[in-house]
């Protein structure tokens, strides 16, 4: 089983700057993507940025400019930095990586999710 763990979450005010990480472990063969997801209440969950194994990448683009998604290769590891923070960027955001392991094939695996508030 393929698990994910996030960290970086927090309270921070508008203007401000978090760093989201999420690790990924778990006999990974390889990964074909990695992405964050964003959930506020009472609205469903949207894909806030991703980026493939070929480094292409999109983003919402609510948080185009102010957000910037990455990955370290070796560690198994995505980041989300973001800056210029809104208080509607308030949600929980959930770590989504997508891949191979070994002896199972394809997995689709999600974070525990970490709550990100911006106050005002």
């Known amino acids: 089983q393929v698990q994910l763990v996030e960290s970086g979450g927090g309270l921070v005010q508008a203007g401000g700057s978090l760093r989201l990480s999420c690790a990924a472990s778990g006999n990974i063969v390889s990964i074909n993507a990695m992405g964050w997801y964003r959930q506020a209440p009472g609205k469903q969950r949207e894909l806030v940025g991703e980026i493939t194994s070929g480094d292409s990448r999109n983003a919402l683009d609510s948080v185009k400019g102010r957000f910037t998604i990455s990955r370290d290769n070796a560690k198994n590891t995505v980041y989300l930095q973001m800056n210029s923070l809104k208080p509607e960027d308030t949600a929980v955001y959930y770590c989504?990586?997508?891949?191979?392991?070994w002896g199972f094939g394809r997995f689709d695996a999600w974070g525990q999710g970490t709550q990100v508030t911006v106050s005002s």
């Open positions: 989504n990586v997508q891949g191979h392991r």
